[in-house]
């Protein structure tokens, strides 16, 4: 064990302590993120397998893919997310699809998808 003054081993139990709350909503993103999930990236969380069936996955992607408009460009989602909220009122959230390669508009705001409780 290197002997370390105490104000660098608690600034470095500090930085630990980050990294592992850093890890932690990481893994939240990858497990819960429609784009991560489309993308098929799921398999690399290491708890995803165990906990996320085919069917759920399959699911996840009609929802986040299929059954949506797909766009070819950011901007014309862009666009088309513009047009929403003039007419309807409509924030919508752009975000790219691995599963056709365009972009898709969700109402889910962003800290929703990353597993966080809307304040
Ligand atoms: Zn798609």
Redesign the pocket.
Known sequence: MISLPDDLRALLEEKLAEADQLAADVRTILRTSPAVV?AGRIAVTPSAPTETTDEEIEDFRRR??VS?K?YSTPERAGSAAQTALALRNEKLRIYP?T??R?Y?LTKVPLDVAAGRLPR
Do not use: T
Request: aromatic letters at 0%; proline letters at 0%; charged letters at 10%.
């Open positions: 489309a986040s893919c949506k797909s699809c599963i056709c365009g898709h």
